[in-house]
C-alpha cells in the first residue's frame, strides 16, 4: 500500500501544486459558478416558448422577466423534471451496461508516474451503434412523434446532467484523499474550490471502470446524437414527415453526426489528450463532458426544430464548402503530424532541430502556424452555425466560445513547449509567428 498523503515517498509521487491554471481559486470559482447558469440561459434566450432567439422583447422588459423569475420559487421548482431525470439515469445506467457487456478491446494509456500504465476498454462506438439501432427501431415503428419528448423536456434533462456532474466531482474530490490515489499534477494545490474545479485525483476509476475515459466521449457525445435526433423528429412532426425537413437541419444533423461518430469511432485518439494524460477528473470535465457539449453543441438544432430555415442550393454549397475546407485542414494538418511522429515524412516537409535532440516542423500546413489543426477544428464549428442563417447571433455561440477555448489551450501550449525546449522554442516562434489564424494572430 502507498504511504499516506504528506509522507516522503508520497510528496514525490503526488507533489504540490505549485501554480494555478484559470486564475486561480477566484477563476475556478466563478467558471463553476457560471457555466451551469449560461447552459440553462442559451435555453431560455432562445426557445420559442419564451418569445424567440431571443425573445422579442424590450430590453428593460426582458430583464424585469428574469428577476422575476429568479425571485419566483415556482419558477426554480419548474427545472426540475422526476421523468427526465430518471430517463437521464436510465440513459447513463445504459452506458456503462454497455461498456461493460458489449465486446472490446483492451489498449494501454500512457505511462503514470508509478512507471505503470491503466487498460481502456475500446467500444464506444459499439455503444452508439448500439444506441442508434434501439431509437432507429423505436421511430420506424411508432413515428417522430415517439422521440419528441427530450425537445419537450430539455430543462429538466439539463438540470439532471448538471446535478449528475455535481455529484460526480464531488465524489471524486473526496475518493482523492483514500491512500494510494494518484493526483493530478495540477489539482493538488490544497486550495478545496480550485482542486475540486480542476481535478484533484488524475484517473478515479472503480475497478478496471476509468470514469475520467468514460466520461470523456460516451455519456456526452450520444446524448448530444439523441438530442439532435429529437430536434429532427421535433420539426418532422411540425412539416409532416422527415422528408419535409429543411435543408439546414439535414445540414446540421449530418455535421454533428459526423463530428459525433468520428470521436467514437476514433476512440483511442483521446489517450493522449490532455485531458486524460494529465489533467485531474473535477467538475470542470465533469460539466464539460455530462452537460456543456451535449446541450450546447446541439444548440443549432435545437433553434432549427422551431426556426424553419431553408438554406437553398447556393446557400448549401456555401456552408458545405466551409465545412469540407475544415475538415481538409483539420485532416491534412493531423495527417502531417502524425506520419512526423511516426518518423515518416512523405512530403519532404522541413524541420527544425532542437538541443533535445528532437526536431519540430515548420513547413506544410504547421509552417502556416502553429496549430492549423485547431483552424480546421474553427471553420468546421463555424459551418454548424452557418447553417442557421443569420437572423440571430445566439447560434454562433459554439464558434465563437470555441474560438476563447482553442486560444486558452493554444496559451497553454505555449508555456509548456517554453518549459520544454526553452530558447529553441523562441526561435521556433519566429519561424512560425502565427498561433492559429496565418497573418492574423
Given amino acids: 500500500m502507498a504511504s499516506k498523503q504528506g509522507s516522503p515517498k508520497n510528496a514525490v509521487l503526488n507533489p504540490v501544486t505549485t501554480k494555478y491554471d484559470f486564475f486561480g481559486p477566484p477563476g475556478a470559482f466563478l467558471i463553476s459558478t457560471t457555466v451551469p447558469p449560461i447552459i440553462y ?25 428574469v428577476f422575476s423569475a429568479l425571485q419566483d420559487p415556482s419558477w426554480w421548482k419548474s427545472l426540475w423534471d422526476t421523468e427526465a431525470t430518471l430517463m437521464y439515469l436510465g440513459f447513463y445506467a445504459f452506458c456503462v451496461l454497455a461498456w461493460a457487456i458489449l465486446p472490446g478491446d483492451w489498449v494501454d494509456g500512457t505511462v503514470l508516474r508509478t512507471g505503470g500504465t491503466i487498460k481502456y476498454k ?41 446535478l449528475m456532474s455535481i455529484f460526480q466531482a464531488n465524489l471524486c474530490y473526496l475518493a482523492s484523499f483514500r491512500p494510494g490515489a494518484i493526483l493530478a499534477l495540477g489539482g493538488n494545490s490544497g486550495n478545496i474550490i480550485y482542486d475540486w474545479y480542476i481535478g484533484r485525483e488524475l484517473n478515479p476509476a472503480i475497478g478496471s471502470f476509468d470514469l475520467k475515459t468514460f466520461n470523456e466521449i460516451r455519456p456526452g457525445l450520444i446524448l448530444w446524437a439523441l438530442l439532435d435526433i429529437s430536434m429532427l423528429c421535433e420539426q418532422a412532426v411540425r412539416r409532416g414527415r422527415f422528408a419535409n425537413a429543411t435543408d439546414s437541419m439535414w445540414v446540421v444533423f449530418t455535421f454533428h453526426m459526423w463530428y459525433i461518430v468520428d470521436c467514437l469511432y476514433n476512440e483511442p485518439g483521446i489517450f493522449t489528450m490532455m485531458d486524460i494524460t494529465t489533467d485531474g477528473f473535477g467538475f470542470m470535465l465533469s460539466v464539460g463532458d455530462l452537460a456543456w457539449v451535449p446541450f450546447t453543441y446541439s444548440l443549432q438544432a435545437r433553434y432549427l426544430a422551431f426556426n424553419h430555415l431553408e438554406l437553398g442550393l447556393y446557400g448549401t454549397a456555401g456552408v458545405v464548402a466551409v465545412k469540407v475546407l475544415g475538415y481538409y485542414i483539420f485532416h491534412e494538418a493531423n495527417s502531417e503530424k502524425n506520419n512526423f511522429r511516426n518518423g515518416s515524412n512523405p512530403k519532404n516537409l522541413k524541420t527544425m532541430d532542437t538541443k533535445r535532440g528532437t526536431k519540430l516542423l515548420i513547413s506544410g500546413w504547421w509552417g502556416l502556424c502553429q496549430h492549423p489543426n485547431y483552424l480546421g477544428d474553427l471553420l468546421m464549428a463555424l459551418s454548424w452555425s452557418l447553417a442557421t442563417g443569420f437572423d440571430t447571433p445566439i ?11 482553442l486560444i486558452h489551450r493554444q496559451m497553454r501550449d505555449d508555456e509548456a513547449c517554453e518549459a520544454k525546449y526553452g530558447e529553441d522554442w523562441k526561435r521556433y516562434k519566429k519561424l512560425v509567428p502565427y498561433k492559429i489564424f496565418p497573418y492574423i494572430y
Fill in 41 to 65: 440561459a442559451l435555453y431560455f434566450g432562445c426557445s420559442e416558448a419564451n418569445g424567440g432567439c431571443p425573445p422579442r422583447m424590450a430590453l428593460s422588459t426582458l430583464q424585469d422577466r
Fill in 395 to 405: 447560434t454562433y455561440f459554439y464558434p465563437a466560445y470555441f474560438t476563447v477555448l
Fill in 122 to 162: 475500446i467500444n464506444a462506438f459499439s455503444t452508439y451503434l448500439l444506441t442508434m439501432g434501439i431509437v432507429t427501431g423505436l421511430i420506424y415503428r411508432d413515428g417522430p412523434q415517439s422521440f419528441t419528448f427530450i425537445y419537450e423536456k430539455w430543462v429538466g434533462f439539463v438540470t439532471a446532467a448538471v
